[in-house]
């Protein structure tokens, strides 16, 4: 059974950095592109980030452009995102994802398998 297991969320002060962590098992990784969505209470699940399976490619919300960083590691079936100068806005639950279809993925419906999620508070 695949499973997505995230870690690394927390509460953090504005301007500090947090780095989460998405470990994949039961996944032929390599093969699958991944993405971080992020989600509030009475809102839609939003895309952040994503990486295609290689890892060259890359995409980003223009609200995190520039602060947060996508990685893969293929040799560890591990996901990061390094998550600085965080603002209050960044707020929310943080999911990981993967998809099985070609390319950078930015849309959830794209996605087949779903970690948990972890929280990720940021106070002003």
């Known amino acids: 059974q695949v499973q997505l297991v995230e870690s690394g969320g927390g509460l953090v002060q504005a301007g500090n950095s947090l780095r989460l962590s998405c470990a994949a098992s039961d996944l032929t990784f390599g093969s699958y592109a991944m993405g971080w969505f992020r989600q509030v209470p009475g809102k839609e699940r939003e895309f952040v980030a994503a990486?295609?399976?290689?890892?060259?490619?890359?995409s980003y919300a223009d609200s995190v452009k520039g602060r947060f960083t996508i990685a893969r590691d293929n040799t560890k079936n591990t996901m990061y995102l390094q998550m600085n100068s965080l603002q209050p806005g960044d707020t929310a639950v943080y999911y990981c994802a993967a998809s099985s279809r070609l390319g950078v993925r930015t849309l959830a419906l794209h996605y087949n398998y779903w970690g948990q999620g972890t929280q990720v508070t940021v106070s002003s």
């Open positions: 990486i295609g399976r290689g890892g060259v490619g890359t």
